[in-house]
């Protein structure tokens, strides 16, 4: 039995191929390893930004490639197919960070009721929500369409919710007004749900004219522009912005047009993957890198053991009711479709209102 995996270059993201490698002899697997099916898996622009900065944040040592190509790391489930753990069955069900691939060793290690990690050596010095599956086999909430749900949504949403505190944590910076750029995506429209929900912060969306209506129907956006009339803002205001694009000219368009009034420039995300290497000087607040870890970490040691879990948990039941009525999920089987969905996610052809949960396993 063979594995099957997709991988694109690492300098040129348009060019990807497939590759198959031999699974090993389930007899021989080591002690404590699992061998799981990868079952499905979510797509979406995040995993382009895995792929953008995947030298720079180590994305690209998860899951190793040959030599020149990558494989995008991806949030899905999992079936244990083989074990060599005493205390994980097959047939379990996991839910975590998976290789576009058919198949994944994993080097089990802490597990317990809920979950377990991989202890694999080439996993490790990462950000310690990458390398950890949850047990899921009797869980509801990561069955059906509120699995694909969590697939597609819950990492993002989990980043929009370190988001909306750092911000809160630090006052808003001065601002009463939150401007964000690509206002359609998952991300964007997950913090502007949080930052709507707090009340007294007026939520700005930026988008392009073909998505307009669709980020002015979510109702979480006080206002929703689009990128050719920025220059319309209010401009005698402080406000903070949170950058989904990384787009260098749109932010130095906004930068110019605050003035010293922006006093917040959070990078996030790089939607539309058009950050020129060498920016200058811009005035208002620099851009800085948004980097979770360091809020996880800092929030962790302040509100102690479950507190982060049990605060986004809350943040999360009052998220997910929207997602029927924003978010339509088109399934995908096979290389073709795999292959599909990546280009198309790589142009930025993918409706704002589509979720695409894929395999590379023929349906």
Same mark, same amino acid.
């Given at each position: 039995?063979?594995?099957?995996?997709? #991988? @694109?270059?690492?300098?040129?993201?348009?060019?990807?191929?497939?590759?198959?490698?031999?699974?090993?002899?389930? $007899?021989?697997?080591?002690?404590?390893? =699992?061998?799981?099916?990868?079952?499905?898996?979510?797509?979406?622009?995040?995993?382009?930004?895995?792929?953008?900065?995947?030298?720079?944040?180590?994305?690209?040592? !998860?899951?190793?490639?040959?030599?020149?190509?990558?494989?995008?790391?991806?949030?899905?489930?999992?079936? @244990?197919?083989?074990?060599?753990?005493?205390?994980?069955?097959?047939?379990?069900?996991?839910?975590?960070?998976?290789?576009?691939?058919?198949? =994944?060793?994993?080097?089990?290690?802490?597990?317990?009721?809920?979950?377990?990690?991989?202890?694999?050596?080439?996993?490790?010095?990462?950000?310690?929500?990458?390398?950890?599956?949850?047990?899921? $086999?009797?869980?509801?909430?990561?069955?059906?369409?509120?699995?694909?749900?969590?697939?597609?949504?819950?990492?993002?949403?989990?980043? $929009?919710?370190?988001?909306?505190?750092? =911000?809160?944590?630090?006052?808003?910076?001065?601002?009463?007004?939150?401007?964000?750029?690509?206002?359609?995506?998952?991300?964007?429209?997950?913090?502007?749900?949080?930052?709507?929900?707090?009340?007294?912060?007026?939520?700005?969306?930026?988008?392009?004219?073909?998505?307009?209506?669709? @980020?002015? $129907?979510?109702?979480?956006? *006080?206002? @929703?522009?689009?990128?050719?009339?920025?220059?319309?803002?209010?401009?005698?205001?402080?406000?903070?912005?949170?950058?989904?694009?990384?787009?260098?000219?749109?932010?130095? &368009? !906004? *930068?110019?047009?605050?003035?010293?009034?922006?006093?917040?420039?959070?990078?996030?995300? !790089?939607? *539309?993957?058009?950050?020129?290497?060498?920016?200058?000087?811009?005035?208002?607040?620099?851009?800085?890198?948004?980097?979770?870890?360091?809020?996880? &970490? &800092?929030?962790?040691?302040?509100?102690? +053991?479950?507190?982060?879990?049990?605060?986004?948990?809350?943040?999360?039941?009052?998220?997910? +009711?929207?997602?029927?009525?924003?978010?339509?999920?088109?399934?995908?089987?096979? =290389?073709?479709?795999?292959?599909? #969905?990546? /280009?198309?996610?790589?142009?930025?052809?993918?409706?704002?209102?589509?979720?695409?949960? /894929?395999?590379?396993?023929?349906?």
């Amino acid at each position: 039995m063979n594995c099957t995996a997709f #991988v @694109v270059a690492r300098d040129d993201l348009k060019q990807g191929k497939i590759i198959e490698t031999d699974l090993p002899d389930t $007899s021989r697997l080591p002690d404590e390893a =699992l061998l799981v099916k990868v079952d499905r898996f979510a797509f979406t622009a995040n995993n382009i930004t895995y792929a953008v900065l995947g030298d720079q944040l180590r994305y690209w040592s !998860l899951f190793p490639a040959p030599n020149g190509f990558g494989n995008i790391p991806v949030w899905g489930f999992g079936e @244990v197919i083989a074990s060599r753990h005493p205390m994980v069955s097959v047939g379990e069900r996991l839910f975590g960070y998976f290789p576009m691939a058919t198949h =994944l060793v994993i080097e089990a290690a802490d597990v317990s009721k809920r979950g377990l990690r991989d202890a694999a050596p080439h996993r490790q010095g990462v950000a310690p929500v990458y390398n950890a599956y949850a047990r899921v $086999s009797a869980d509801a909430a990561y069955a059906g369409r509120q699995g694909d749900e969590q697939a597609l949504l819950r990492p993002l949403f989990m980043l $929009s919710f370190l988001v909306d505190d750092f =911000l809160a944590e630090n006052e808003f910076f001065g601002s009463r007004s939150v401007v964000l750029s690509s206002a359609s995506s998952k991300t964007a429209f997950g913090l502007a749900h949080l930052l709507h929900s707090r009340g007294g912060i007026r939520v700005i969306g930026l988008t392009s004219a073909a998505n307009a209506d669709y @980020v002015a $129907s979510l109702g979480c956006y *006080h206002e @929703v522009i689009t990128y050719d009339r920025v220059s319309a803002l209010p401009n005698d205001v402080p406000v903070a912005f949170v950058d989904m694009a990384g787009n260098s000219e749109l932010r130095a &368009r !906004l *930068h110019h047009h605050f003035g010293d009034q922006m006093k917040y420039s959070g990078r996030i995300g !790089l939607t *539309h993957r058009a950050s020129a290497p060498d920016e200058p000087p811009l005035p208002g607040a620099k851009p800085t890198w948004f980097f979770a870890p360091d809020q996880i &970490r &800092r929030r962790a040691k302040e509100w102690g +053991p479950g507190g982060i879990e049990k605060r986004f948990s809350a943040a999360w039941t009052g998220f997910a +009711p929207n997602l029927e009525k924003w978010l339509t999920i088109v399934e995908g089987h096979g =290389l073709g479709a795999v292959q599909q #969905v990546y /280009l198309d996610t790589l142009s930025g052809r993918i409706p704002p209102d589509q979720g695409h949960m /894929l395999s590379l396993h023929e349906g």
